[in-house]
């Protein structure tokens, strides 16, 4: 699985950004799809997952009820949209793919090691 992350930039506090991540070499319709960031000088963290059927998701404390996952999986793709942006959330965003065995439709997935596959990251700058 090749994941392709993109839409990051520069945008002022308060503002929106969308990140896109476009998987190839395979379906990931199957697959629980994760997202991570990491800041400068700070371990990788879990911001958001969702399963395969779009219908369950899980989010980090810190950006719950500021963005929203998805995924289309017509497009092998799954996003994140977020709004009312921080300078607290600036990082490079790294989207995930797992593909291990088992699943559990009850699982958020929120560690790095649940996943297998991972983009190159873009990266995200909140001014205040």
């Known amino acids: 699985v090749q994941l392709q992350a993109s839409g990051g930039g520069l945008v002022q506090a308060g503002g929106s950004l969308k990140l896109s991540c476009v998987a190839s070499?395979?379906?990931?319709?199957?697959?629980?799809m994760g997202w991570f960031r990491q800041a400068p000088g700070k371990e990788r963290e879990f911001v958001a997952s969702?399963?395969?059927?779009?219908?369950?998701?899980w989010y980090a404390g810190s950006v719950k009820g500021r963005f929203t996952i998805s995924r289309d999986n017509d497009k092998n793709a799954v996003y994140l949209q977020m709004n009312g942006l921080k300078p607290e959330d600036t990082a490079v965003y790294f989207c995930?793919?797992?593909?291990?065995?088992?699943?559990?439709?009850?699982?958020?997935?929120?560690?790095?090691?649940?996943?297998?596959?991972w983009g190159q990251g873009t990266k995200v700058t909140v001014s205040s």
């Open positions: 995930a793919c797992r593909t291990q065995q088992p699943y559990s439709s009850t699982a958020s997935y929120r560690r790095a090691s649940d996943y297998d596959y």
């Open positions: 969702i399963n395969w059927t779009g219908y369950s998701t």
């Open positions: 070499g395979t379906s990931i319709l199957t697959n629980v």
